[in-house]
């Protein structure tokens, strides 16, 4: 059945729990690349090779698959620099200089990168970590404005970390790999998570539970945390298993307020021992 009344609009929504957007842009992505460049060079470079050198059609299909995957690449990287953004947005950008939102320390970033010149993203978190870079307002302001002073291009330590790290992880993968890079990680210490993760543990995302008041992380998490278990149907004397349970907040929780016989699998040490803990301590 089909109707010819217009859709219904959305009230835009507001709570005290989260700080409402203020400018809703997107930066140049898939719909702006040109497929039919990309099948135009996969065709075309091999046979203008096979016309100056003189070489046989079964040398050009040859050089056709062969030759592929590097100019799909190549045409990504040069994508990724010369890309524009999309011109149907709602709100422009403040159009302030890079300045305005942060404070360049090293003498040579900062002559790269000033007034409306645009640093790449890569670059400027690198950056940021090594201490070259301080913010000079408020985070979630300054990334929702991030169009304004970044630019999202494939950096020469992006295209080596894909050829020389990713790509080789992904051939030659072993259980040992994982167990070393999860520990690594995930056992530099809990303080070190609990300080931006909070009591929970927990990572992704907050649900909104009640629009009229301002909830706590905690708050918001358990909501998320009981949304999962509704949606899964959790019941009494379910079995549940969580691989790649993290903390194990998730089996605790289903645990403690569902009555399910949860077991969450993880490499961590430290995740193990802080989700053994808990689960004793919620009963």
């Known amino acids: 059945m089909t109707t010819d009344s217009a859709p219904t609009a959305r009230a835009a929504f507001s709570s005290p729990s989260i700080a409402k957007p203020t400018l809703l842009?997107?930066?140049?992505?898939?719909?702006?690349?040109?497929?039919?460049?990309?099948y135009a060079l996969v065709a075309g470079v091999p046979y203008l090779l096979k016309?100056?050198?003189?070489?046989s059609l079964g040398t050009y299909f040859v050089l056709a698959a062969l030759l592929a995957l590097p100019i799909g690449a190549l045409t990504l990287v040069v994508h990724s620099w010369i890309v524009r953004t999309p011109t149907d947005q709602i709100g422009a950008l403040?159009?302030?200089?890079?300045?305005?939102y942060m404070t360049i320390l090293d003498k040579e970033l900062k002559a790269k990168y000033h007034g409306s010149r645009k640093i790449p993203m890569e670059e400027f978190f690198e950056r940021y970590f090594d201490g070259d870079i301080?913010?000079?307002g408020d985070a979630l302001e300054m990334f929702e404005k991030r169009y304004d002073?970044?630019?999202?291009?494939?950096t020469l330590n992006v295209a080596r970390f894909f050829l020389?790290?990713?790509?080789?992880?992904?051939?030659?993968h072993s259980k040992k790999q994982d167990e070393t890079q999860v520990r690594d990680h995930y056992d530099r210490?809990?303080?070190?998570?609990?300080a931006f993760l909070g009591d929970r543990m927990v990572y992704t995302s907050g649900l909104i539970g009640d629009a009229t008041r301002r909830e706590t992380l905690e708050e918001l998490q358990d909501n998320k945390l009981r949304d999962v278990c509704e949606r899964v149907q959790m019941r009494a004397g379910d079995r549940h298993l969580d691989l790649g349970c993290g903390?194990?907040?998730l089996a605790a929780f289903a645990a403690k307020n569902y009555g399910t016989h949860s077991v969450g699998v993880t490499l961590g040490r430290n995740q193990t021992a802080f989700g053994n803990a808990r689960a004793a301590a919620w009963g």
């Not at 002073?149 to 494939?154: D, H, R, V, Y």
């Open 149 to 154: 002073w970044a630019i999202f291009p494939i």
């Open 164 to 172: 020389l790290q990713w790509i080789p992880e992904l051939l030659w």
């Open 25 to 38: 842009r997107e930066g140049g992505g898939a719909r702006e690349y040109n497929s039919y460049l990309l």
């Open 51 to 55: 016309r100056a050198l003189g070489l």
């Open 247 to 249: 903390w194990g907040t």
């Open 94 to 100: 403040p159009n302030q200089p890079i300045e305005a």
């Open 189 to 194: 210490g809990d303080d070190f998570y609990a």
């Open 134 to 136: 301080d913010l000079t």
